[in-house]
């Protein structure tokens, strides 16, 4: 969706509660809370119908810094710098619920709709996680799905951030500017891991 001029809180309110009521965009909904760690044989079912990217960094070590962590996922923090607005970061991170991701590009403002897909919380092999994905909506100028997690290694005490998403464009404007897409994509990981590591510090 894009408008000429910033939205109020009282547009974004009525966007959000239309666009609640649309489905997901694509078809894998949740494929992202599946994969694993260098799965690349689980990557490969998507791989020729999608951009697949996974950034990873680490957050520190030990039981605190993991603790903090979840709770920094939990407030939107890896949302927290000042090229993006999340609205709202006062939702509760549930299945079901929307938010809108929204920035502005030559006085133009796109915003774009996501609905998260479930949480996931697991322990497997010593290794705690914790995060949660969300998809796009009809609306919105991809298609796909993000996952936010964060990882305890209680053998080597690490806690990573993962983030792993797959997309492909959905509207035309999004085909014909994709090279540009692709730049924001990699732009937004790069702040997401910085204002993780923020969160934590």
């Known amino acids: 969706m894009y408008v000429l001029g910033k939205p109020t809180a009282k547009d974004l309110r009525k966007y959000i509660a239309q666009q609640s009521q649309q489905p997901f965009s694509y078809e894998e909904v949740g494929f992202s809370l599946k994969i694993e760690q260098n799965d690349s044989d689980y990557l490969a079912q998507i791989g020729d119908r999608y951009n697949i990217d996974r ?19 939990c407030h939107w923090k890896m949302f927290n710098f000042d090229w993006i607005d999340l609205f709202s970061p006062e939702t509760p991170i549930q299945a079901g619920l929307t938010v809108g991701i929204i ?17 996931i919380q697991a322990e497997e092999k010593g290794i705690k996680k914790f995060g949660f994905a969300y998809g796009t909506l009809t609306s919105h100028g991809l298609s796909g799905e993000e996952r936010f997690l964060v990882e305890w290694n209680q053998e080597n005490n690490i806690v990573h951030y993962d983030l792993f998403a797959f997309s492909r464009p959905n509207q035309y404007l999004t085909k014909i500017g994709y090279w540009y897409v692709r730049k924001l994509q990699k732009r937004f990981a790069q702040s997401s891991q910085q204002a993780m590591i923020l969160a934590i510090e």
């Open 55 to 73: 950034n990873r960094v680490v957050l520190g070590s030990g039981l605190e810094v993991f603790e903090q962590s979840k709770i920094a996922l």
């Open 103 to 119: 920035f502005s590009k030559f006085g133009i403002w796109s915003i774009n709709f996501c609905k998260v897909v479930d949480f």
